[in-house]
């Protein structure tokens, strides 16, 4: 198993600005996810976060607006770039070995945007 | 299209009852089938994976069930505890793509009352 932990748990932010959320696991794994959920909604996939080359996104993400880096097997940022309210969400990281096997998650980045 | 479907949306049960959440899905290729619980705030955390081959499989008090020729699923809860209140989604796992992909339902929001 692996344990995933982000930084910050919750923040609140300003129109147009930007917040970096950091996903550390405890262990190293194949594939690092990043989602996000609205509120009473279930997961929706951002992109996966690919070692040492460009995230893949989903369609209707973009890297200018969700600019992902993964440097290493166990570290990955999502930046929330020129944030509106629309992006008041909760922004979930996740980790496995692959996307046909056990993927585990960590607690989430609440973000509200004011 | 690829759909994950859930019922009933939310539950209400009184503590020590037993309770059985559905899941329906059109999928294809079909991988395997997970039950993941989501506490308010948190992350969700994996009950069971199931593949195609395995038709019942449980974790302690949760059970769960996959009929790949009908593809339906469903989760038991035995003998339910104020601490299983929580949101269970089901995700179903497809081959396709360079990586494949996870189908999420929307989940059903539990609530066990005392």
């Known amino acids: 198993s692996a344990v995933i932990s982000q930084k910050p748990s919750r923040d609140i932010c300003q129109r147009g600005t930007s917040l970096t959320i950091q996903c550390q696991v405890d262990s190293q794994v194949t594939m690092m996810f990043w989602y996000r959920q609205q509120p009473g909604q279930s997961l929706t996939l951002i992109a996966t976060a690919n070692q040492g080359s460009e995230a893949t996104y989903e369609s209707g993400f973009v890297i200018d607006k969700f600019p992902i880096s993964r440097p290493n097997l166990t570290f990955s940022t999502l930046t929330v770039s020129n944030m509106s309210p629309e992006d008041s969400s909760i922004y979930l990281c996740?980790?496995?070995?692959?996307?046909?096997?056990?993927?585990?998650f960590g607690p989430g980045t609440r973000l509200t945007v004011t | 299209k690829n759909q994950v479907e859930q019922s009933p949306q939310s539950l209400i049960i009184l503590e020590g009852k037993n309770c059985t959440l559905q899941?329906?899905?059109?999928?294809?290729?079909?991988?395997?089938l997970r039950w993941y619980k989501q506490d308010t705030g948190r992350g969700p955390v994996s009950l069971t994976i199931m593949t195609f081959s395995e038709n019942t499989k449980s974790n302690g008090r949760y059970t769960a069930t996959l009929d790949a020729d009908t593809k339906q699923s469903s989760l038991h809860i035995t003998a339910s505890q104020l601490s299983d209140s929580a949101s269970y989604i089901c995700?179903?796992?497809?081959?396709?793509?360079?990586?494949?992909?996870?189908?999420f339902g929307k989940g059903t929001k539990l609530s066990v009352k005392p």
């Open positions: 995700v179903v796992s497809a081959y396709g793509g360079s990586q494949g992909n996870l189908i």
């Open positions: 996740s980790g496995g070995q692959g996307i046909h096997y056990e993927q585990y």
């Open positions: 899941c329906n899905y059109t999928v294809s290729p079909f991988s395997n």
